[in-house]
């Protein structure tokens, strides 16, 4: 054999084995609380001694880790993690905007990006109450069906909202909506108002309410909101605190250059 046709090939499968591990690293960032051998092999698709090996690799480089033969993210990955989100400024410009929130609203505030077809929470503030929605930074959720995503897909461009609509439409609460009609009809109510509502449509027993954040070309880059339980997050009250959220989220927008008008 030619020995540059093996050094490709070498380079071939090592590029190969990386997006594997990519992978078996993003299987466990979705489960938290860890997953066993049989679990990574069933949700990777791949035979038992490739995951081995993968696994074996990922542990040499503190990416995960290992206890009781359960599977989870390691220690690099949290300092990477954090390494990335002390490099985005915009968590830093927008911290005290979210305290405020939680100061008059007495609920969770967030901060978020879009992910692809996903949202991903970069910051939060937590509610004081002891009872409080659940979320925390790093997770990804569905861009249709939350007060933070349905801000960020508004303001995007049809041909993310398309490809939202192309995943599919998944009912997560009666309140989710599925049809596709009348998410275009939605995405057009928050162009019009400036901020976004989730009555329920994403997890039960919590309502949402979230505002794009804009660019200096006009650019939806991130969104705000603040989420909490029913029982405290009344209709009455998410439409009170809707336009402060709206506010906010226009204050942050000026504080990163923008000036005018939504760019879309």
Not at 35 to 49: F, I, M, Q
Not at 181 to 191: N, Q, V
Request: with cysteine.
């Amino acid at each position: 054999m030619d020995p540059k046709s093996k050094t490709s090939s070498e380079a071939t499968g090592s590029a190969k084995a990386l997006v594997k591990g990519i992978a078996l690293i993003d299987l466990l960032a979705a489960a938290p609380q860890g997953l066993r051998l049989t679990d990574v092999v069933r949700e990777a698709e791949l035979p038992k001694g490739t995951v081995l090996r993968l696994l074996d690799t990922l542990l040499d480089a503190d990416l995960i880790r290992e206890m009781d033969g359960v599977y989870r993210l390691g220690p690099r990955c949290a300092a990477w993690g954090s390494a990335f989100l002390d490099g985005l400024e915009l968590r830093s410009l927008a911290r005290d905007l979210l305290e405020r929130l939680v100061e008059i609203s007495g609920e969770t505030a967030h901060l978020g990006v879009v992910d692809g077809t996903r949202t991903l929470y970069i910051d939060k503030i937590d509610s004081p109450h002891s009872l409080r929605m659940f979320s925390r930074v790093g997770l990804r959720s569905r861009l249709y069906c939350t007060g933070l995503g349905k801000a960020l897909l508004a303001f995007s461009g049809d041909a993310l909202v398309d490809e939202v609509i192309a995943e599919g439409l998944v009912r997560l609460t009666e309140n989710t909506i599925t049809d596709v009609e009348e998410l275009r009809a939605e995405m057009a109510r928050i162009r019009r108002s400036g901020y976004s509502i989730d009555d329920v449509e994403n997890e039960e027993g919590v309502r949402c309410t979230g505002a794009p954040v804009f660019d200096h070309n006009g650019e939806v880059v991130a969104a705000i909101s603040v989420a909490g339980p029913i029982h405290r997050m009344t209709r009455e009250r998410l439409a009170d605190l809707a336009p402060k959220v709206a506010e906010a989220g226009l204050e942050l927008s000026s504080r990163i250059g923008f000036a005018g008008r939504p760019g879309r």
